[in-house]
């Protein structure tokens, strides 16, 4: 159970970009994939959000699937990034090794069965995007589509979903289940996702403030992102260089909202340090914290306030990159370590975008200065999802 679990490949889609180094080239030019409604066919087109900039015929285009074929988008926004990071794995379907996929969905194929929900009452045309509705049948799209994997398994806590299956990914390797796991998440962008938010009220009609004294909520966004996982002993033994580790993971839920977090941030506190714990690392070992910092009253200033508790008067710096992509909610766990994983490669920090003003009861600013103060070794990653299920993994430099 001691075994060191390496990632040996990385992939992303996003509104800021469809690989890594357009991603890359987004984040440390500060540029946002924020804008208005272009895609989703919905009356709230006035609402910013993070859409892929791509529609579903010209992803299928891409990818060379007929249109005559079923599928939906969150499966189209994931192959690529799935591609991606086996890819950079030197793995494909041909390999004898015990490869499982692991995926975090909740939106499912909702974005589709709303569209056609007339067509299943009255006919039988649509039937294949009925059997596509539910988020397992996304998972095992997906898989089908790539090929080579041994076992196919979906995970869906919502926003801390794809950060669940990376944990899950690690833990299967040190048991001794899998040779090689592919873990990550998807979501695109649906009405019944768009709808749900708004009712909450919590959607800015601007670009999101993470942290800032003025927030006024979140922006929705879409995207994958998927790391591939394996043991030193795998990577050394298959001649692959790593890009990083998992050092340190944890899993809480404080259960005490059904959408908000505890008022003192309790669940994000054992969260994190939880992680640092499972790492073998002290908090003063933390160089960036890859917050979940959605934009809403509530997250950032539980967040802040449970970093405060776990690092004093030394919060490690600290940012959102939800201004720049939305909030990819299942997706943004292995989005965003995927980013931590950029972060530390090119030694920078990613700046939060639209900051102001200090949020006055937190005793710290997020990141302004992309540049950091030591070498980035150790990046504390944030994913908090509905009904106070959070998650934290600490990934490091090899």
């Known amino acids: ?48 959000v993070g859409e892929v900039k791509y529609s579903n015929d010209e992803l299928r285009e891409m990818l060379r699937i007929p249109s005559s074929e079923a599928f939906i988008r969150s499966s189209l926004l994931a192959i690529p990034a799935v591609k991606e990071a086996l890819k950079q794995a030197q793995l494909d379907e041909r390999s004898s090794l015990r490869v499982a996929f692991l995926s975090g969905i909740t939106v499912g194929g909702m974005d589709q069965a709303e569209l056609m929900y007339s067509d299943f ?41 794809s950060a669940n299956t990376i944990m899950m990914g690690a833990d299967m390797i040190k048991a001794g289940r899998a040779d090689i796991v592919v873990a990550g998440g998807t979501e695109c962008l649906s009405r019944y996702h768009v ?47 790593p890009i990083g580790k998992i050092s340190g993971y944890r899993n809480v839920c404080d259960a005490y909202h059904p959408t908000a977090s505890s008022p003192d941030g309790l669940g994000p506190y054992l969260a994190m340090k939880g992680a640092i714990e499972d790492a073998g690392l002290g908090p003063e070992d933390i160089d ?26 030394n919060v490690p710096p600290l940012s959102s990159i939800k201004a720049y992509t939305g909030h990819t909610t299942s997706a943004a766990g292995g989005f965003e370590a995927v980013v931590s994983l950029l972060a530390i490669e090119h030694n920078f920090l990613p700046a939060n975008m639209n900051f102001r003003n200090k949020i006055e009861e937190h005793n710290f600013v997020p990141v302004i200065n992309s540049e950091p103060s030591r070498p980035i070794r150790h990046i504390l990653s944030n994913s908090f999802g509905f009904g106070g299920n959070d998650s934290s993994i600490v990934l490091s430099k090899i």
């Open 1 to 48: 159970m001691n075994k060191e679990i390496y990632i040996t490949g990385a992939g992303v889609v996003s509104a800021i970009g469809m690989d890594k180094a357009t991603t890359l080239d987004a984040l440390m030019n500060r540029r946002t994939g924020v804008e208005t409604i272009r895609y989703l066919q919905t009356s709230h087109a006035d609402i910013p």
């Open 121 to 161: 009452l009255d006919n039988d045309s649509k039937n294949d995007y009925i059997r596509l509705n539910d988020c397992g049948a996304c998972t095992e799209q997906i898989a089908g589509f790539i090929g080579g994997f041994r076992m196919v398994s979906t995970i869906v806590t919502a926003c801390s979903s």
């Open 195 to 241: 709808n749900g938010f708004n009712t909450l009220m919590i959607l800015d009609r601007e670009i999101c403030k993470p942290f800032d004294r003025d927030r006024a909520g979140i922006n929705l966004g879409e995207g994958a992102g998927y790391l591939t996982l394996e043991s030193a002993e795998s990577a050394t033994r298959r001649g692959v260089r």
């Open 288 to 313: 960036y914290i890859n917050a979940h910092g959605t934009g809403t009253p509530n997250n950032d200033l539980t967040e802040g306030l449970a970093a405060m508790n776990l690092f004093g008067d």
